[in-house]
Nanobody
Framework: QVQLMESGGGLVQAGGSLRLSCTAS????????MAWHRQAPGKQRELVAD???????NYADSVKGRFTISKDNAKKTAYLQMSSLKSEDTAVYFC??????????WGQGTQVTVSS
């Protein structure tokens, strides 16, 4: 059974940094795509960043230059380093693993709150 567990969320002041982690069990993340999404109150869930099996990364325009996605296949963990945080980054952040056979698995989410 594939499970994803996020950690690292919390309260931070605007301009600060946080690093989110997502650890997988029941699968290996060296295949498929790892992604981070977020959902702010009253808004739809949106893609923040993803990283492919080859290490190619993709970012939402709103976070380019501020966020960095990475992964450690041996630790089965993906990371989202967030810097220069803004109040509009406040959201629940979800980790996802998109399997090679097309199914997407989600974590439970971790709250990030940026105070201005």
């Amino acid at each position: 059974q594939v499970q994803l567990m996020e950690s690292g969320g919390g309260l931070v002041q605007a301009g600060g940094s946080l690093r989110l982690s997502c650890t997988a069990s029941g699968t290996i993340i060296s295949i498929g795509t790892m992604a981070w999404h977020r959902q702010a109150p009253g808004k739809q869930r949106e893609l923040v960043a993803d990283i492919t099996v080859n290490g190619r990364t993709n970012y939402a325009d709103s976070v380019k230059g501020r966020f960095t996605i990475s992964k450690d296949n041996a630790k089965k963990t993906a990371y989202l380093q967030m810097s220069s945080l803004k109040s509009e980054d406040t959201a629940v952040y979800f980790c996802a693993w998109i399997a090679p056979y097309g199914r997407t698995y989600w974590g439970q989410g971790t709250q990030v709150t940026v105070s201005s």
